[in-house]
């Protein structure tokens, strides 16, 4: 089984930028694809980025060229640097791991904010 734990959200002003971040522990050796999804309220959850083992990120078209996500191996972790935060973005987001098999994984959440 594959665990993951994320760290990063707050509160941020309109235009402002955070970085959250996931580790992972377990069957890591599994994990084919890892990616970040939010859910705002009374919304279903999107997909905002994923990133496949050895392969190129993909974005919703809402975050494209303000947000990216970047997985560090050695550390078991996937980043995502969100910049010109809107408050449209606020939600909270979830970190998710996709094995070879095609089970999920996800953190448990963390709540990001933008706000004046």
């Known amino acids: 089984q594959v665990q993951l734990v994320e760290s990063g959200g707050g509160l941020v002003q309109p235009g402002g930028s955070l970085r959250l971040s996931c580790v992972a522990s377990?069957?890591?050796?599994?994990?084919?694809?890892m990616g970040w999804y939010r859910q705002a309220p009374g919304m279903q959850r999107e997909l905002v980025a994923a990133?496949?083992?050895?392969?190129?990120?993909n974005y919703a078209d809402s975050v494209k060229g303000r947000f990216t996500i970047a997985r560090d191996n050695a550390k078991n972790t996937v980043y995502l640097q969100m910049n010109s935060l809107k408050p449209e973005d606020t939600a909270v987001y979830y970190c998710?791991?996709?094995?070879?098999?095609?089970?999920?994984?996800w953190g448990q959440g963390t709540q990001v904010t933008v706000a004046s």
């Open positions: 998710n791991a996709r094995t070879y098999w095609l089970s999920d994984t």
């Open positions: 377990g069957n890591i050796f599994t994990i084919k694809v």
């Open positions: 990133i496949p083992s050895g392969g190129s990120a």
